[in-house]
């Protein structure tokens, strides 16, 4: 069990350059933003697409929805070493650039090779931002503020999956109650509207890559990279200069000892180990917890539930809505009350919603009481998994190796992103709704035993102090 002193609380000052820090994480988290409409966009679009490419085997199905995963893994694998030689600055310029030209490829794709093909580089894109993003902001932000200039990130992840649902929504002609595969294919929406729906994302694509160009590196990176005098300046545009002086200390002295090279060996050293294995299994449970299920699978969902086409892109919208109004709600609590609490609350209410739907599912309630489920599960995620997981393996990480730890830990949540999405059609067609939601329940539940056990207390600490207690108290107990 890793053990931190919850009361000690870092002694760095408050009084910072608010809406410098506030403007700088916005434009670093238009990263996130693109992550969730790109990850979100395809759900809407699957009754239209799957018609256009003649998709009727689940495993092509489950391909075609679940490709863009293998990009993203390539993109958190190759995060963490470029990272930690370029810059977050760089790395997040190129995935701007992949968003953009890969939201154009998809949308002009003439057969399903290429669709994959570009589903895959638009993956890459989201594997660098979801990594780096939450990074550059860790390093940026005050502690005081951290986890919720961090959560801008999950908030700007939302609004990009409120602004795809949205966007299928109002782009799709409404579709005819008991229109038969054919009438769909033929429709405008078979032939040119699903296009539109992945060909929009290069507008925010490019407000995303012309405002990284107006950010700062980040100075932990400029620090460890031998030029003190820039990490120096941007700090004290942050917090003022004796902010800088103490914060430069703290930076200097976590990494004084250390070689400017990062292996990813020196992941397994000793007091790093435990470390590591907390980021991995925070980010698979993230994703192992089901909830993308729902939104990359909504359509099946609410098919079951009883909803036709129209309803259930009207629905899907409203669980947009759910999950920003919520994400709010973590905004204001993940600095006031801790990342624990709200990891506990959201993995046990998760297991206790997924319960009951898999009982309605059993019992074949449709309507209503499951749009409700649906909505009750979204905003207890949102509220607690979805933003703290990527505030606590943003900032458990030593500074000389956070972006190869980092990358290992996205590239795991990518991993179990892929085997959740891949094999819902399969275990949806073998065991049926009820079982599966069932499944997720039981995961949800040993995800709150783990973290009850084994989750320390980071609120209101510099990433320095993180590092001392965390790094520092496992090689004490090894």
């Given at each position: 069990?890793?053990?931190?002193?919850?009361?000690?609380?870092?002694?760095?000052?408050?009084?910072?350059?608010?809406?410098?820090?506030?403007?700088?994480?916005?434009?670093?988290?238009?990263?996130?933003?693109?992550?969730?409409?790109?990850?979100?966009?395809?759900?809407?679009?699957?009754?239209?697409?799957?018609?256009?490419?003649?998709?009727?085997?689940?495993?092509?199905?489950?391909?075609?929805?679940?490709?863009?995963?293998?990009?993203?893994?390539?993109?958190?694998?190759?995060?963490?070493?470029?990272?930690?030689?370029?810059?977050?600055?760089?790395?997040?310029?190129?995935?701007?650039?992949?968003?953009?030209?890969?939201?154009?490829?998809?949308?002009?794709?003439?057969?399903?090779?290429?669709?994959?093909?570009?589903?895959?580089?638009?993956?890459?894109?989201?594997?660098?931002?979801?990594?780096?993003?939450?990074?550059?902001?860790?390093?940026?932000?005050?502690?005081?503020?951290?986890?919720?200039?961090?959560?801008?990130?999950?908030?700007?992840?939302?609004?990009?999956?409120?602004?795809?649902?949205?966007?299928?929504?109002?782009?799709?002609?409404?579709?005819?109650?008991?229109?038969?595969?054919?009438?769909?294919?033929?429709?405008?929406?078979?032939?040119?509207?699903?296009?539109?729906?992945?060909?929009?994302?290069?507008?925010?694509?490019?407000?995303?890559?012309?405002?990284?160009?107006?950010?700062?590196?980040?100075?932990?990176?400029?620090?460890?990279?031998?030029?003190?005098?820039?990490?120096?300046?941007?700090?004290?545009?942050?917090?003022?200069?004796?902010?800088?002086?103490?914060?430069?200390?703290?930076?200097?002295?976590?990494?004084?000892?250390?070689?400017?090279?990062?292996?990813?060996?020196?992941?397994?050293?000793?007091?790093?180990?435990?470390?590591?294995?907390?980021?991995?299994?925070?980010?698979?449970?993230?994703?192992?917890?089901?909830?993308?299920?729902?939104?990359?699978?909504?359509?099946?969902?609410?098919?079951?539930?009883?909803?036709?086409?129209?309803?259930?892109?009207?629905?899907?919208?409203?669980?947009?809505?759910?999950?920003?109004?919520?994400?709010?709600?973590?905004?204001?609590?993940?600095?006031?009350?801790?990342?624990?609490?709200?990891?506990?609350?959201?993995?046990?209410?998760?297991?206790?919603?997924?319960?009951?739907?898999?009982?309605?599912?059993?019992?074949?309630?449709?309507?209503?009481?499951?749009?409700?489920?649906?909505?009750?599960?979204?905003?207890?995620?949102?509220?607690?998994?979805?933003?703290?997981?990527?505030?606590?393996?943003?900032?458990?990480?030593?500074?000389?190796?956070?972006?190869?730890?980092?990358?290992?830990?996205?590239?795991?949540?990518?991993?179990?992103?892929?085997?959740?999405?891949?094999?819902?059609?399969?275990?949806?067609?073998?065991?049926?709704?009820?079982?599966?939601?069932w499944i997720y329940a039981g995961i949800c539940a040993a995800g709150f035993v783990f973290i009850l056990m084994f989750l320390?207390?980071?609120?209101?600490?510099?990433?320095?102090?993180?590092?001392?207690?965390?790094?520092?108290?496992?090689?004490?107990?090894?």
């Open positions: 069990m890793i053990v931190t002193d919850p009361t000690k609380t870092s002694g760095l000052s408050t009084d910072y350059n608010r809406s410098y820090i506030w403007t700088i994480s916005f434009v670093a988290a238009l990263g996130g933003l693109l992550f969730g409409y790109d990850w979100v966009v395809i759900g809407g679009a699957e009754s239209f697409y799957e018609k256009f490419f003649n998709l009727t085997d689940p495993n092509w199905q489950g391909w075609a929805m679940s490709c863009a995963l293998v990009g993203c893994l390539i993109g958190a694998l190759l995060s963490g070493g470029l990272s930690d030689k370029a810059g977050r600055k760089r790395l997040l310029l190129l995935s701007a650039f992949l968003f953009a030209v890969s939201s154009i490829g998809t949308g002009c794709a003439g057969n399903f090779s290429i669709f994959v093909f570009w589903r895959i580089v638009g993956g890459v894109a989201i594997g660098l931002a979801s990594n780096l993003s939450p990074m550059y902001i860790a390093e940026v932000a005050p502690a005081q503020a951290r986890g919720k200039l961090v959560a801008i990130n999950q908030l700007t992840i939302v609004i990009g999956i409120l602004l795809a649902q949205f966007i299928n929504w109002l782009i799709a002609d409404k579709v005819p109650s008991g229109a038969t595969p054919q009438e769909i294919l033929q429709s405008w929406n078979g032939q040119t509207g699903w296009r539109w729906m992945f060909g929009v994302t290069a507008v925010p694509s490019l407000l995303f890559f012309t405002g990284m160009w107006l950010v700062p590196e980040s100075p932990r990176w400029l620090a460890k990279n031998g030029k003190p005098a820039k990490a120096r300046e941007i700090l004290a545009k942050i917090g003022g200069e004796q902010y800088a002086t103490q914060a430069l200390g703290e930076i200097n002295a976590t990494v004084a000892s250390e070689i400017r090279k990062v292996n990813f060996g020196d992941l397994l050293a000793p007091g790093m180990i435990k470390v590591l294995l907390l980021g991995i299994v925070l980010a698979v449970f993230q994703q192992w917890c089901g909830i993308n299920v729902i939104f990359n699978y909504a359509t099946i969902i609410f098919h079951n539930a009883g909803y036709d086409i129209s309803d259930t892109l009207k629905n899907i919208a409203w669980t947009g809505s759910v999950n920003m109004a919520f994400t709010f709600v973590a905004l204001g609590l993940v600095d006031r009350r801790g990342r624990r609490p709200l990891m506990l609350f959201g993995s046990m209410g998760l297991a206790v919603i997924y319960t009951v739907m898999g009982f309605c599912f059993q019992n074949q309630v449709k309507g209503l009481p499951m749009l409700l489920l649906v909505l009750a599960a979204i905003g207890c995620y949102a509220m607690s998994l979805a933003p703290v997981v990527w505030v606590v393996i943003s900032e458990i990480f030593p500074n000389r190796i956070r972006g190869a730890a980092m990358s290992v830990c996205v590239a795991s949540l990518w991993v179990a992103c892929f085997l959740l999405t891949f094999t819902f059609p399969k275990l949806n067609h073998a065991l049926g709704a009820a079982k599966t939601f320390p207390e980071t609120k209101g600490k510099t990433l320095e102090q993180i590092e001392k207690e965390l790094v520092g108290g496992a090689k004490a107990e090894g």
